[in-house]
């Protein structure tokens, strides 16, 4: 079993739609979470972290976390052409620093 | 302005020949790190540095060599050891402490192809 894993997609949502992401992993020692997002050829950016159980929002954008069921989901509501893009969840141990990467999934918004 | 700066942009190594990826910070950032990246895919960890003069190996540091020498520095080597070396390289720094601050901030990349 992968230690992060994400439907690589691509997921197609038409604009306007709620998109939902979803990561799973195996290590229950994981304490920070976080969403990337990656345009092709380009470098990752930070959109989300999370740490506590529950919901965060910001603007547009509600990273979820559930460590007993060690899931974290980021949803994007209001979904546009200018969010298709990869994203990436990862997630750092209980000794911090490193971060472990997951495959990415591939967003596609539709006009 | 603040950040980290990779360099070459685009690399091309010839069969059996060294080749060395930039990596400069001015964020005063302690922890540094280069991921791999191949297409479709997650980051892969190569190495990572918490101090100077101090590193550690990632999950896929064969072929590949690193120094830290300066806080400010992180130069990745490319061996002819590493046979499959076409990929996008990635740097990164963040603050190595536990709890909120391991967010990391990205270099440009890398794009390394062989000849």
């Known amino acids: 079993q992968k230690e992060v894993e994400q439907n690589s997609g691509p997921l197609s949502v038409p604009e306007g739609a709620i998109a939902s992401l979803n990561c799973t992993y195996s290590d229950r020692g994981s304490q920070s979470f976080f969403w990337y997002r990656q345009y092709s050829g380009k470098s990752p950016e930070l959109i989300m972290s999370?740490?506590?159980?529950g919901d965060k929002e910001d603007g547009r954008f509600t990273a979820q976390l559930n460590k007993a069921s060690q899931y974290v989901s980021l949803l994007i509501r209001d979904s546009q052409p200018s969010d298709s893009a990869t994203y990436l969840c990862?997630?750092?141990?209980?000794?911090?620093?490193?971060?472990?990467f997951g495959q990415g999934t591939e967003l596609s918004v539709k006009p | 302005d603040g950040g980290i700066t990779q360099s070459p942009k685009y690399l091309f190594r010839k069969e059996g020949q060294n080749v060395t990826l930039s990596c400069e910070q001015n964020l005063n950032h302690d922890a540094m790190y280069w991921y791999r990246q191949d297409p479709g895919q997650g980051l892969r960890l190569i190495y990572y540095s918490q101090i100077v003069n101090d590193f550690q190996k990632g999950d896929i540091a064969e072929g590949y060599s690193v120094s830290r020498e300066k806080k400010e520095s992180f130069p990745l080597t490319v061996t002819s050891a590493q046979k499959n070396p076409t990929a996008f390289y990635l740097c990164?720094?963040?603050?190595?402490?536990?709890?909120?601050?391991?967010?990391?901030?990205f270099g440009s990349g890398t794009q390394l192809s062989v000849l």
């Open positions: 990862a997630l750092a141990g209980n000794q911090g620093g490193k971060l472990i």
């Open positions: 990164a720094s963040s603050v190595p402490t536990s709890g909120e601050n391991e967010k990391l901030f």
């Open positions: 999370i740490y506590s159980n």
